[in-house]
């Protein structure tokens, strides 16, 4: 499954004087969190300076970027917009100068409430210089409301609603949060004697730093020079925990440990319960690369059946998020996959998908492994059918994009052209993951959204897209 796409990934670290050049690490190991734009903002525990742009990482960061970008505290951003237009003005970490001092922040998730925190604040005469959800905060951090309070950035934060991990900079500290259900993943680690928080481990290898815990729901978590420290916005169990399961399903990389479970392993039991829940007779097992080849492992595990490979990847095919029409995109997607004709030819397959979401890429796929001469296609998908859609971060929307919505399993199979379609059940997905349903988020496959949400953000967000800002290459700031 290729049409999802994540809103962020996270990294910051603290009292280090390459603070930079490992946030640019951290940052390029998480690529796979969003690839529209990046940015970094660095403190020399006066000044914060950004630097942002457009596209991938290496892309949008230059060596003469990183040099610009002096101090011992970095906090860095992959974005994929969900909220706010794709454009550089959107572009995080957002920096602001304002009555509580300079400030930066980015943000992983939705809030669900923005819509009504904006338009209350814009009928107050505030002036908004992007689209995106997350600079509601920072005019909040900047309200005398709020910095009367004995705490001002916890009184925010239990204003805001929704999906948020957020890192915020000041100039002597970083301030790293996460949401009270815990729906994105925020993991702290060392790096000697520096602290690190990533959204994923997999920053943690690259950079060399170990994982020490995760941050808390309702927690926020201070980043000094000399350490750190710890104090809740939020009671600890309340409300209920609403993790993402899709995260596990397809989001995070494979190598990491995110919701203190190990992403690769939850892959693979997941593909051994399908094995149970749906055999079926065949050759060879076959994962659609690259996310499901945890589950086709764990299928194989369970069956028997020989594991195989069915595709080759190109790597050099450009970004399909760049064209937003359906129609390149699937074209992108049989592009970046080639069928293997001696491997698959005349063959039973067990294609087994992480998730399937629009069937119009899955459809592409199928098609071509029946060009290249496999016998029969017996596809397996190691999540349950998407019928809604989700608020909380992730970019599918509307409900009528769902090929699940409002269609039988034979509906599907017939759609998808294939000789057999199980997906996992619900009930197999769970049992995957150490906490069970209780922990987990599952809005997309049940409807049941564990996080309420605000009737206006569902009505904006798609609105708020359509806005469109001038854009350059890329841009730098800092504050004054
Ligand atoms: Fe994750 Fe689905 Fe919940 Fe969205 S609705 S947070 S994708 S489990």
Not at 275 to 287: C, N, Q, S, W
Not at 346 to 360: A, F, I, N, P, Q
Request: aromatic share 6%; with cysteine.
């Amino acid at each position: 499954m290729s049409s999802l796409h994540h809103h962020c990934g996270l990294f910051g670290i603290m009292d280090r004087p390459d603070a930079a050049e490992l946030t640019y690490l951290g940052l390029y190991a998480q690529q796979h969190r969003g690839q529209e734009s990046a940015g970094i903002c660095c403190s020399d525990g006066t000044t914060i300076r950004r630097h942002a742009g457009m596209g991938l990482v290496t892309e949008a960061i230059r060596a003469e970027d990183l040099r610009g970008l002096s101090g011992s505290a970095a906090i860095g951003h992959v974005r994929y917009s969900t909220t706010g237009s794709c454009s550089v003005s959107n572009a995080q970490p957002l920096l602001a100068s304002a009555a509580m001092g300079h400030a930066a922040v980015c943000h992983n998730g939705n809030l669900v409430n923005a819509v009504a925190l904006r338009e209350d604040y814009e009928r107050r005469g505030r002036i908004f210089t992007t689209t995106s959800d997350t600079e509601v905060i920072l005019h909040m951090l900047a309200d005398l409301e709020y910095r009367e309070q004995p705490d001002p950035l916890a009184a925010v934060l239990r204003h805001l609603a929704g999906s948020f991990c957020l890192l915020l900079m000041y100039p002597d500290r970083i301030e790293a949060v996460r949401d009270p259900s815990g729906n994105r993943p925020l993991c702290l680690g060392r790096l000697g004697d520096a602290w690190v928080v990533a959204s994923e481990t997999c920053a943690f290898d690259l950079v060399n730093a170990r994982y020490e815990r995760d941050v808390e729901p309702g927690e926020i978590v201070t980043l000094t020079a000399r350490g750190l420290r710890s104090r809740r916005f939020a009671p600890a169990e309340s409300p209920r925990r609403a993790s993402c399961i899709f995260e596990l399903i397809y989001f995070a990389d494979p190598s990491s440990e995110i919701f203190e479970e190990s992403v690769h392993l939850v892959r693979r039991a997941m593909g051994a319960a399908l094995a149970r829940e749906a055999p079926a007779d065949a050759d060879l097992v076959i994962p659609v690369p690259n996310c499901a080849r945890c589950a086709a492992l764990g299928y194989h595990e369970e069956s028997g059946i020989p594991l195989g490979r069915g595709f080759t990847t190109n790597h050099y095919v450009g970004r399909s998020f760049i064209q937003p029409s359906q129609s390149i995109r699937d074209l992108t997607v049989r592009l970046k996959l080639n069928p293997i004709r001696g491997s698959v030819e005349g063959k039973r397959l067990v294609v087994v998908e992480d998730s399937v979401v629009r069937g119009t890429t899955t459809r592409g796929k199928m098609q071509s492994l029946r060009d290249a001469g496999a016998r029969e296609i017996h596809l397996r998908v190691a999540s349950p059918p998407i019928r809604h859609p989700c608020y909380y971060g992730i970019d599918f929307p509307r409900k009528e994009e769902l090929i699940a919505e409002g269609r039988e399993v034979e509906e599907i199979r017939r759609f998808l052209d294939v000789d057999s379609l199980a997906y996992l059940s619900l009930e197999g997905m769970v049992s995957c993951v150490r906490v069970g349903a209780e922990g987990y988020c599952t809005a997309c496959f049940t409807g049941d959204y564990p996080i309420p949400i605000d009737a206006r953000f569902t009505k904006n967000v798609f609105e708020r897209n359509q806005l469109t800002f001038f854009d350059g290459a890329g841009d730098d700031g800092a504050t004054p």
